[in-house]
């Protein structure tokens, strides 16, 4: 079996963040820096052809009351867009609080101003990850 890349969509930067082999931890995270949901979905393929992904977990950002709205509907569209280009498997992953999850960790890591807005969707996306990751084990 591949590997497990998550996605944390967003409008300048998307994180992704891939799964070692075995698919038990996180084995790497980064952000690309790409617009346009076209050039977005091309390099997140790219990426995972690269890696031998077989499953994209994409956050879905719903509300805090469980509703999706416009960021819901943007990672709709993008998963639309993945599978009608060819993408392996893509799974949806509530991300409530991934990001003020990823700027806690990043402020208690000492990190601040560009340098956090640098990493703080490769560790969204990798949170998004470990949140899958754990949800697989636990069904075991």
Do not use: C, Q
């Not at 995270?29 to 077989?54: H, M, P, Q, T």
């Not at 879905?60 to 009608?84: F, Q, V």
């Not at 280009?85 to 609080?97: I, K, T």
């Amino acid at each position: 079996m591949g590997r497990i890349m998550a996605v944390d969509f967003g409008d300048a930067r998307t994180g992704l963040a891939f799964s070692d082999i075995s698919n038990t931890l996180v084995g790497e995270a980064f952000v690309i820096k790409e617009y346009g949901i076209d050039r977005v979905a091309a390099k997140i393929l790219e990426e995972a052809k690269s890696r031998d992904a077989e499953i994209i977990v994409l956050g879905y950002p719903k509300n805090m009351n469980g509703t999706a709205g416009p960021r819901a509907e943007k990672s709709e569209r993008l998963a639309e867009k993945l599978r009608s280009m060819g993408a392996p498997e893509v799974v949806f992953w509530d991300e409530r609080l991934t990001t003020v999850d990823a700027h806690r960790i990043l402020g208690e890591a000492g990190r601040y101003g560009k340098k956090r807005r640098e990493k703080v969707d490769a560790v969204a996306a990798a949170l998004i990850l470990e949140g899958y990751l754990g949800g697989r084990k636990a069904k075991d």
